[in-house]
């Protein structure tokens, strides 16, 4: 008996004294280092993004901080975030700011592919994991980097699929055999202009690109282009564009009388509330876009549902400045997963840190759907089905989903009346 | 297509023609760079778009308020920064550090009050007083869709901003050439220092000259919503260097120079938007480039100088 009395207290005191060296290496904070753009052209999607890793990280050191497997312990986060003002010059200086003068633990860059790609080179050059809020340029995407994982949105080289499959299967048989492609040329727009490009022309469906312009992601004004892509009398007009040139893009729509058949754009979809307020309903009808996850209610197994992240949105955020939508809710994914990350991580070195990201592939499903990543940390879940924005009865926009088929809600109106 | 852009651009260039033509006075009068003038636009579009939005005053009906109530500001804000200005030693070189900061604050203020988001004024307003205007001429009512001119259709807020900058050029032509106060104005410009010793009170015709040029700046701003395609608290950058390159092209210091500035760029704008998309926004940068090897005084620069 006495034997096992001293045995059980010999485990006991090697049980407590790994736990007393688990915990006594415990850094006092996380340091999340990360940049916005307060203003410019990306501040409309940057806020909503930062708002959105904000409110989970406010709500995770209201309950003691997140919990690090590596020190078996809650610890409280620090957020250290600089304004970028949308400017890449001075988001790269920031970036290599965090790294080397604030040493953060955790990097993560700003919304958009803009103001991710200066980051990308300098968190390999570092050595630092990139969190990539965002940023969906395929190129960032290499087998032989391995600091960048992608947290939402798919990669705009997958992407834009769903459209591209709609136009070639169920394009011909509505009437649409000539396409007008208008994109932005930045690694976001022009990755998706690759992309819907290559899937029209590998489907062999008799498809025809009629018109194909890159513009300056800078554009205001789409006056004359529209009229360029009139005259080559296309059956869908697919414009891919950031929230400013999507805006500009359907009030010259609207005003210059032009009424294309079938017209794509992705922030009608993405930033409904924004797009709407600047639009108009009437603008946006029959509009067809991507259904983002702030319109799905997707079943979450980790974080809060989109109804109860939307009430906390609301409650957080009274003054409005800000328009809740598909970028809000990828801020607060992006901490999800890296809430997941430190849970399941055995140390904060950024490899590891990347294998525990990896080990949520497939699993992880939170309100933006389920996470999955590809070998180069490219996000392959998180699809967006195509849709159609209608106005309702009561003059609100609902989305139709139209494809894929299996999760369809509704037939496409073709043409657009 | 040849058509529709030759047109397009002019009415896009008499747009920006509006734009810089209270840079220019400015800078004929007072020989200071406004940086801030992007900014004083964009304080005129949120003031129509708010006027728009809480009292439902249509932006043709909003100019006059605009314009006045920035022209009134203007005068104690040249009181208040100008003629200390003008005691330095370099006050060209100097303005541009002054009026920066000045345009940093007004982004600063102007994005804590309003937030950073686009913001917009339906396009049919502008519609609809084309319409009604063209209606009591052709004695019926008429649809407020876009406008056809020469058998090519423009969005009718193009028609609307390239009406009202007409009016606008037209207005500063009567103001510097029919007025009293225009020729003392059109004194300074020729030579402040002679302008005192003849006894202009030179601050006085500067105040005015000052308070006109943010009056026709805001004016511009009316129109960003339609021509720009939304407003941000941080446009007034992009739109200061889109005017400044205007006004060398056309000449510094000769305000009706920029009409031909603001042409020269809309219809190069337009042809390089139709032609070679890709690379029209560095068309601001080609044109001052090119104008400043070439003729730096600008197209219209010596005749001004002499005038």
């Known amino acids: 008996?006495?034997?096992?009395?001293?045995?059980?207290?010999?485990?006991?005191?090697?049980?407590?004294?790994?736990?007393?060296?688990?915990?006594?290496?415990?850094?006092?904070?996380?340091?999340?280092?990360?940049?916005?753009?307060?203003?410019?052209?990306?501040?409309?999607?940057?806020?909503?993004?930062?708002?959105?890793?904000?409110?989970?990280?406010?709500?995770?050191?209201?309950?003691?901080?997140?919990?690090?497997?590596?020190?078996?312990?809650?610890?409280?986060?620090?957020?250290?975030?600089?304004?970028?003002?949308?400017?890449?010059?001075?988001?790269?200086?920031?970036?290599?700011?965090?790294?080397?003068?604030?040493?953060?633990?955790?990097?993560?860059?700003?919304?958009?592919?803009?103001?991710?790609?200066?980051?990308?080179?300098?968190?390999?050059?570092?050595?630092?994991?990139?969190?990539?809020?965002?940023?969906?340029?395929?190129?960032?995407?290499?087998?032989?980097?391995?600091?960048?994982?992608?947290m939402s949105d798919p990669v705009s080289s997958i992407w834009p699929k769903p459209l591209a499959d709609f136009i070639t299967h169920d394009g011909p048989k509505l009437g649409i055999k000539r396409v007008a492609i208008l994109y932005s040329t930045n690694d976001f727009t022009g990755t998706q202009a690759n992309a819907v490009r290559k899937f029209i022309k590998e489907s062999n469906s008799g498809v025809e690109i009629v018109y194909d312009e890159g513009i300056p992601t800078e554009t205001s004004n789409y006056t004359v282009l529209l009229n360029n892509i009139r005259a080559t009398n296309p059956d869908a007009v697919i414009e891919l564009g950031y929230a400013p040139n999507d805006i500009a893009f359907l009030r010259n729509v609207q005003d210059s009388g032009i009424k294309p058949k079938f017209l794509f754009c992705i922030y009608p979809g993405l930033e409904t509330e924004l797009l709407e307020k600047n639009v108009g309903g009437a603008g946006l009808n029959y509009v067809f876009t991507y259904v983002p996850s702030s319109e799905i209610a997707y079943q979450a197994s980790f974080g809060m549902p989109l109804k109860d992240y939307k009430a906390a949105w609301d409650k957080k955020y009274v003054d409005s400045k800000v328009e809740f939508g598909f970028n809000s809710v990828a801020g607060y994914t992006t901490g999800l997963v890296i809430e997941s990350a430190l849970a399941a991580a055995n140390s904060l070195d950024q490899l590891e840190l990347r294998k525990a990201i990896f080990s949520l592939s497939g699993k992880l499903r939170t309100l933006d759907g389920t996470f999955e990543l590809d070998a180069t940390g490219a996000q392959i879940g998180e699809i967006t089905p195509l849709g159609q924005l209608i106005l309702d009865e009561h003059e609100h926009l609902k989305f139709v989903t139209v494809w894929p088929h299996d999760v369809a809600t509704g037939k496409p109106v073709y043409p657009r009346p | 297509m040849l058509l529709y852009t030759l047109l397009a651009g002019l009415l896009f260039g008499l747009y920006f023609s509006l734009i810089g033509l209270g840079l220019n006075l400015v800078f004929g009068v007072m020989r200071i760079v406004n940086l801030a003038h992007g900014d004083f636009?964009?304080?005129?579009?949120?003031?129509?778009?708010?006027?728009?939005?809480?009292?439902?005053?249509?932006?043709?009906?909003?100019?006059?308020?605009?314009?006045?109530?920035?022209?009134?500001?203007?005068?104690?804000?040249?009181?208040?920064?100008?003629?200390?200005?003008?005691?330095?030693?370099?006050?060209?070189?100097?303005?541009?550090?002054?009026?920066?900061?000045?345009?940093?604050?007004?982004?600063?203020?102007?994005?804590?009050?309003?937030?950073?988001?686009?913001?917009?004024?339906?396009?049919v307003q502008l519609g609809i007083v084309i319409a009604t205007v063209k209606g009591l001429f052709v004695g019926h009512k008429v649809d407020n869709g876009p406008i056809e001119i020469f058998g090519q259709t423009f969005p009718a807020a193009w028609v609307a901003s390239g009406v009202v900058s007409g009016l606008a050029v037209l207005f500063v032509y009567l103001y510097l050439y029919r007025t009293r106060l225009g020729y003392l104005t059109r004194a300074v410009m020729v030579n402040r220092e002679e302008a005192i010793a003849t006894g202009i009170n030179v601050h006085r015709v500067s105040a005015f000259a000052f308070g006109i040029g943010l009056g026709l700046a805001a004016v511009a701003g009316v129109f960003a919503p339609f021509m720009l395609g939304s407003i941000t608290p941080a446009m007034g950058v992009e739109v200061t260097v889109t005017s400044f390159t205007v006004i060398v092209i056309g000449s510094l210091g000769n305000p009706l120079g920029t009409v031909l500035g603001g042409l020269v760029y809309g219809i190069s704008y337009m042809f390089m938007q139709s032609y070679y998309s890709s690379w029209a926004n560095l068309l601001p940068y080609l044109l001052l480039i090119a104008i400043l090897l070439v003729r730096p005084s600008g197209l219209l620069g010596r005749q001004v100088r002499r005038a």
């Open chain 2, 41 to 123: 636009l964009m304080l005129g579009a949120f003031l129509a778009f708010w006027l728009f939005t809480l009292f439902a005053v249509n932006p043709i009906s909003a100019i006059p308020i605009v314009f006045a109530l920035f022209a009134v500001v203007g005068l104690p804000l040249y009181y208040l920064l100008v003629p200390r200005l003008l005691k330095a030693r370099d006050p060209e070189m100097l303005s541009f550090i002054l009026f920066f900061g000045l345009s940093q604050v007004i982004e600063a203020i102007t994005t804590i009050a309003f937030g950073t988001s686009e913001r917009s004024i339906p396009g």
């Open chain 1, 1 to 150: 008996m006495t034997r096992y009395t001293i045995f059980a207290l010999l485990v006991a005191s090697m049980t407590s004294a790994t736990a007393f060296a688990q915990g006594t290496g415990a850094p006092a904070e996380i340091k999340l280092g990360t940049l916005y753009a307060s203003s410019g052209r990306f501040a409309s999607i940057s806020m909503p993004v930062h708002d959105g890793l904000k409110l989970w990280l406010e709500q995770k050191n209201a309950e003691g901080g997140v919990f690090v497997k590596a020190f078996n312990k809650k610890i409280p986060l620090k957020l250290i975030a600089y304004d970028d003002q949308s400017n890449n010059a001075t988001a790269a200086t920031l970036y290599n700011q965090l790294i080397t003068q604030d040493k953060v633990d955790i990097l993560v860059s700003d919304s958009g592919s803009v103001l991710t790609s200066v980051a990308v080179p300098i968190a390999r050059d570092h050595k630092m994991l990139l969190i990539d809020q965002t940023g969906t340029g395929a190129n960032f995407f290499t087998p032989d980097n391995p600091y960048i994982v992608l």
